[in-house]
C-alpha cells in the first residue's frame, strides 16, 4: 500500500524567513504526489502536485516542492514566510482511485 | 472558493436522528468523494463514486448511506450515528478517477456532532 508520512505534527517559523514541511513517502512504481493546505474552518485547498520530469514543483502562493527520489522525500517549501500561510498542510499519494493523505503538519508563522 | 459546496456546514443531531449532507460540485467532474476527518487521525476516504457508480466503500457502517444522482450531486444519509461519528465530512471532485494525476477540489465540509 502507498503511504505518506509527515514526521513534524508542527512547524514554527518567524515571518520572512524561508520554511519546510517535510513529507516522505512509501510507493510501489512511480509516485504521484500532492501537497494540499487548510485553512481554520474550510476544506482542503491544492497547493501542487509533482507526477513527472522536473523535480522541483512550482505551485500556488509562492509554494514549491522538492521531489527526491533517493531520500523518497517530497518536501513543501517557501523562500520566505507571511503569516497568513499559517495553516494546516497535508502531503498525499495517488493510491488506484484515492488520495492517501498524511497526518498533517501545522505551521505557524510568527510576525 | 473551489466550486465545490456542501450543506449544511454545521450539524447537530441526536443518535436517533435522520438527517442528510449534500455535496454540488460546479466544475464539471465526474468523480466525486466523501471523506472523514477527525481530530488527530488521517483523512479517511469513505466512498467514492464515479460517473454516479460507486466504486468504492472503503468499510463504512452501514449507519452512512451514501447517493450519487447525477455527476454533480452527492449525498451521504445518517442514521443512528455514534457520538464517535462526530468530525468534518469533506466532500471533494475531480476529474475522473482512472487518471492518478488529477488533483481533487474540497467542499468545505460539513461539521456534524452527534450528541
Known amino acids: 500500500a502507498q503511504s505518506v508520512a509527515q514526521p513534524e505534527d508542527q512547524v514554527n517559523v518567524a515571518e520572512g524567513n524561508p520554511l519546510t514541511v517535510k513529507c516522505t513517502y512509501s510507493?510501489?512504481?512511480?509516485?504521484?504526489l500532492f501537497w494540499y493546505v487548510q485553512y481554520p474552518n474550510r476544506g482542503l485547498q491544492f497547493l501542487l502536485k509533482?507526477?513527472?520530469?522536473?523535480?522541483l514543483v512550482k505551485g500556488s502562493y509562492g509554494f514549491e516542492a522538492e521531489f527526491n527520489k533517493s531520500q523518497t522525500s517530497f518536501h513543501l517549501k517557501k523562500p520566505s514566510a507571511l503569516v497568513s500561510d499559517s495553516a494546516l498542510y497535508f502531503c498525499a499519494v495517488r493510491e488506484r482511485q484515492k488520495l492517501v493523505f498524511g497526518t498533517g503538519t501545522r505551521l505557524l508563522v510568527s510576525p | 472558493e473551489t466550486g465545490v459546496t456542501q450543506t449544511p456546514r454545521h450539524l447537530v443531531m441526536g443518535m436517533t436522528n435522520k438527517k442528510s449532507l449534500k455535496c454540488e460540485q460546479h466544475l464539471g467532474h465526474n468523480a466525486m468523494y466523501w471523506y472523514k476527518q477527525s481530530a488527530k487521525k488521517p483523512l479517511e476516504l469513505m466512498f467514492v463514486y464515479n460517473f454516479k457508480e460507486q466504486t468504492e466503500n472503503n468499510s463504512v457502517p452501514s449507519r452512512f448511506s451514501p447517493e450519487c444522482p447525477n455527476s454533480s450531486h452527492l449525498f451521504l444519509h445518517l442514521h443512528t450515528l455514534q457520538p464517535e461519528d462526530s468530525a468534518l465530512y469533506l466532500c471533494a471532485s475531480s476529474q475522473g478517477v482512472s487518471s492518478g494525476s488529477r488533483e481533487q477540489y474540497f467542499g468545505p465540509g460539513t461539521r456534524l456532532t452527534v450528541t
Open positions: 510507493v510501489s512504481g512511480n509516485p504521484y
Open positions: 509533482y507526477i513527472t520530469g522536473d523535480n
